[in-house]
């Protein structure tokens, strides 16, 4: 990436946060500065097959709370937890989405496997009961740029949709690159990590 020189400060406006710690700034920052430990016994799957039994995961999340429900049947869990993170931010930054700024509004998402979830949930459904088994409706979720997607479709903003894969440094890679959609003015609002 070039970095344009740019008069306009970019700056954060609004933040997302569905984290293991809780689900909103209030609720995060509350359990952060308690000293809340949000890593227990992992319950999302059998963890027997890993070398861990322990995660830090989300768990008090309700995507009804965030999510038309048209829209949560199609979303795999990254997704979900994408659209109500984006969501989060737009709110906190104060900004609605609207016919006049939706094209100038995009998001950038860094990942480092993607909806790894539906991945194996379809290929284990695939292997062991055939094709014609595997529900269509989630596989486009298998592709690392649906989160992204499902986010921009759900909260309506038609500007700049990109998904960057750089591992261990992806957000940082997505937040990057944001900064640079909006200094070469492709988009004037970036939601991105």
Request: charged share 20%.
């Amino acid at each position: 990436m070039v970095d344009l020189p740019d008069s306009r400060r970019i700056v954060v406006t609004g933040l997302g946060m569905v984290t293991p710690l809780g689900v909103g700034q209030d609720e995060f920052s509350r359990r952060l500065f308690k000293g809340d430990c949000a890593i227990g016994a992992v319950q999302a799957f059998d963890p027997d097959a890993n070398g861990s039994h322990l995660a830090a995961e989300v768990r008090d999340f309700t995507p009804r709370d965030f999510i038309s429900v048209k829209n949560i049947r199609r979303m795999d869990r990254l997704s979900l937890l994408t659209s109500a993170s984006a969501r989060l931010a737009l709110s906190d930054a104060g900004l609605a989405v609207t016919s006049e700024n939706r094209d100038r509004i995009g998001i950038l998402l860094g990942t480092a496997f993607g909806a790894t979830d539906i991945t194996v949930q379809l290929a284990g459904t695939m292997l062991a009961e055939g094709p014609s088994f595997v529900n269509p409706i989630l596989v486009p979720n298998m592709v690392m740029n649906a989160p992204a997607g499902h986010a921009s479709i759900e909260l309506g903003f038609r500007g700049v949709n990109t998904t960057v894969t750089h591992f261990a440094v992806s957000a940082e890679t997505a937040i990057a690159y944001a900064v640079s959609e909006i200094r070469r003015g492709a988009a004037d609002v970036m939601l991105a990590g």
